[in-house]
T-cell receptor
Framework: DAGVIQSPRHEVTEMGQEVTLRCKPI?????LFWYRQTMMRGLELLIY????????DSGMPEDRFSAKMPNASFSTLKIQPSEPRDSAVYFC?????????????FGPGTRLTVL | AQSVTQLDSHVSVSEGTPVLLRCNYS??????LFWYVQHPNKGLQLLLK??????LVKGINGFEAEFKKSETSFHLTKPSAHMSDAAEYFC?????????????FGKGTKLSVKP
């Protein structure tokens, strides 16, 4: 298995532009998570899906952020318009079942820089 | 509310000496607890997990952790550090008070290993 796949690995964009981050979870995993990691705030859960349905998006910082999971093998995180404070590493993770007892498998992350 | 506290933001050891990374938790429930490792420019990887089966948990790469309910601790140890252990380590617990998908991440401890 290739693990969780994220693209692009690096993204540099200018303030105001739309950014789309992509994630392919491990096949058969029911849960998908989007995280953001910064030096100041550490690792934050943005949103997670169960069976393609968003369950908790309370971590999404504001309306500029949106996430979709149109099918079991693909999810996107979109920022529109992007701002410099969105610069961070964004991780996607998936798990076979809920996280109380089960390991989350993380992708390599997308490093986003907004100029 | 649940919380996870990593007592040291940075630990430095010499190669071949023991490693101790400290974690305390607070929870109204018997917890599951995890340690994840993040190598530079990589996603997080599960080191080990505690799920009430045994208080001493062995993980990958020679790490182990002991759950001590009386001390509300879950410290991570390794008898002899290797240069490849240099990474950031996160103590993690499920957020029982929140949605099922939510995990509480400690702020991380960066481990440096000197030759």
């Amino acid at each position: 298995d290739a693990g969780v796949i994220q693209s692009p690995r690096h993204e540099v964009t200018e303030m105001g532009q739309e950014v789309t981050l992509r994630c392919k979870p491990i096949s058969g995993h029911d849960y998908l998570f989007w995280y953001r990691q910064t030096m100041m705030r550490g690792l934050e859960l943005l949103i997670y899906f169960n069976n393609n349905v968003p369950i908790d998006d309370s971590g999404m910082p504001e309306d500029r952020f949106s996430a979709k999971m149109p099918n079991a093998s693909f999810s996107t995180l979109k920022i529109q318009p992007s701002e410099p404070r969105d610069s961070a590493v964004y991780f996607c993770a998936s798990s076979l079942r809920g996280p109380v007892l089960n390991e989350q498998f993380f992708g390599p992350g997308t490093r986003l820089t907004v100029l | 509310a649940q919380s996870v506290t990593q007592l040291d933001s940075h630990v430095s050891v010499s190669e071949g000496t023991p490693v101790l990374l400290r974690c305390n938790y607070s929870s109204s429930y018997s917890p599951s607890l995890f340690w994840y490792v993040q190598h530079p420019n990589k996603g997080l990887q599960l080191l080990l997990k505690y799920t009430s089966a045994a208080t001493l948990v062995k993980g990958i790469n020679g790490f182990e952790a002991e759950f001590k309910k009386s001390e509300t601790s879950f410290h991570l140890t390794k008898p002899s550090a290797h240069m490849s252990d240099a990474a950031e380590y996160f103590c993690v617990a499920p957020n029982y008070g929140g949605s099922q998908g939510n995990l509480i991440f400690g702020k991380g401890t960066k481990l440096s290993v000197k030759p």
